[in-house]
């Protein structure tokens, strides 16, 4: 089945890391720009980053009060996003999606993943 699944999300203390996944199934994700999205408990969902099928990264928000960087393993079939100094404002589910060869506002995402929850607190 086509589909995109999300992993790595967990419990971390502020100030902490992680490392998520987005894997695909059934389709190569080569040929796809793959975006990040998170929403937070009772808010809306906001872009995080996009990665382009030539490895172009746009970064939609500065929200986040760590860093992060997105990254492609096509080898592995999977897109990275790894968040650094983590805080509790970063709470949210993470979702992966994907649109046809390049991040734009206006192409359609063809796939979505269930997300992946990253909790940040004390």
């Known amino acids: 089945q086509v589909q995109l699944v999300e992993s790595g999300g967990g419990f971390v203390q502020p100030g902490g890391s992680l490392r998520l996944s987005c894997t695909a199934s059934?389709?190569?994700?080569?040929?796809?720009?793959i975006t990040w999205f998170r929403q937070a408990p009772g808010k809306g969902r906001e872009r995080v980053s996009c990665?382009?099928?030539?490895?172009?990264?746009?970064n939609y928000t500065d929200s986040m009060k760590g860093p992060f960087t997105i990254s492609r393993d096509n080898a592995k079939n999977t897109v990275y996003l790894e968040l650094n100094g983590l805080q509790p404002e970063d709470t949210g589910a993470y979702y992966c999606?994907?649109?046809?060869?390049?991040?734009?506002?206006?192409?359609?995402?063809?796939?979505w993943g269930q997300g992946t929850q990253v909790t940040v607190s004390s």
């Open positions: 990665i382009s099928s030539t490895d172009g990264v746009t």
């Open positions: 999606t994907a649109q046809h060869y390049y991040c734009s506002d206006y192409g359609t995402y063809v796939y």
């Open positions: 059934a389709f190569t994700l080569d040929r796809y720009a």
